[in-house]
């Protein structure tokens, strides 16, 4: 069963964005969490089903992977959408 086509093709590019910058900067999920000060299992759920984050810590996760937010997520995402995970 293909649940991708369950999720909208601009969470894809989010999700696949997010993991292709952190692969690029050597480091692990986990450790991006760490660095941004955000649960693990929250930058996790990003990467994996590609909701984007809040604004806040979208900045956070930019910070560490050294790019811009907008290079972190795209446009059409909607920065001010609330992402999933918990605090």
Do not use: M
Not at 31 to 51: C, D, K, L, S, T
Not at 55 to 65: E, H, P, Q, S, T
């Amino acid at each position: 069963v293909d649940t991708t086509s369950c999720v909208p093709p601009n969470e894809h590019t989010t999700a696949r964005r997010l993991k292709e910058l952190r692969e690029d900067s050597g480091l692990y999920a986990r450790e991006v969490a760490e660095r941004a000060r955000i649960p693990f299992g929250a930058y996790a759920y990003w990467e994996a089903r590609g909701i984007p984050p809040q604004v806040y810590r979208a900045a956070r996760i930019a910070r560490v992977l050294g790019c811009s937010v907008e290079d972190l997520l795209d446009e059409t995402d909607g920065l001010g959408r609330a992402g999933g995970g918990d605090d």
